[in-house]
């Protein structure tokens, strides 16, 4: 189990560890969090331990769909686009797309649960009827929900969700005329255009404040070190002033004897020559 252990040196520990976490299967995921954070908890990062304390084991069929996001990433990928055609379609009210997207749904929704069922086959680990329908459904509502579908391809999913969104999207659904459909599509390109840019520099200034983050945690540990020595110079100092002090006590009292010393010669002279 050690020679797993992610070191916690990196710039965001936590992802490294959680991502290789929530890679294993269920019954071996207590174990290794535990070990996990055992280890960060040695080395004296109670923050990171606690956090690795607090990932939750995922049920059997939020593990198999993590492991759709590492083995089946571009499957995942197709089905989560067809995802935002079917909730623009809805939005724009396109009956006729809505029809033709349905069918596609429900072949892409096929696919992904037996690719999910084959992954976890061969991881091992074969799903039992109720995780299979707990992934269909999961992908279901991810065709309706781009946050959901979000967390999916992070591959860190805990437990399945229920569907929210649209429905079943009847083949009956009526076409609706849509003469603005254009002029909404140009519309969200220029949407989009702005969100693209807003991101870009949204993530500019991630970068630039980890960057100072790092230069403040840098100066603080150099701070920290500087003024650990100075404290340490401080203790010598005042332990060779206190030796110091002691040395002298001492001089001063063995001059004071020898001051009584020659007194006592002095006068023990003064008194022989007083007799001669």
Partial sequence: ????????????????????????????????????????????????????????????????LNLLAREGASDLTEAMTLGDELRTAQEELRGGALRQLGARRRAVLSTLVRRVEELARDAGQPLGPDAVQQVRTTLTAALSDAVLAARIKAGRLVKPVEQSGFGPLSETAVPVRDDLAPRREQRRERQL????????????????????????????????????????????????????????????????????????????????????
């Fill in 1 to 64: 189990m050690a020679s797993t252990l992610v070191s916690i040196v990196d710039a965001e520990p936590i992802d490294r560890i959680a991502d290789e976490l929530y890679a294993l299967p269920p019954a071996e995921f207590v174990a290794a969090r535990d070990a996990h954070a055992r280890l960060a908890g040695d080395r004296g990062d109670k923050a990171l331990a606690k956090q690795i304390s607090g990932l939750r084991k995922p049920t059997s069929s939020a593990w198999a």
């Fill in 193 to 276: 255009t702005r969100a693209r840019a807003d991101i870009s520099a949204a993530q500019a200034d991630v970068k630039k404040a980890d960057t100072a983050v790092t230069e403040a945690e840098q100066a603080l540990a150099e701070r920290e070190e500087h003024s650990a020595n100075l404290r340490a110079e401080l203790r010598r100092a005042q332990q060779a002033e206190q030796e110091a002090a002691t040395q002298l006590a001492r001089a001063k009292r063995r001059a004071d004897t020898a001051r009584d010393k020659l007194a006592g010669a002095e006068a023990r002279m003064r008194e022989l020559r007083g007799e001669a």
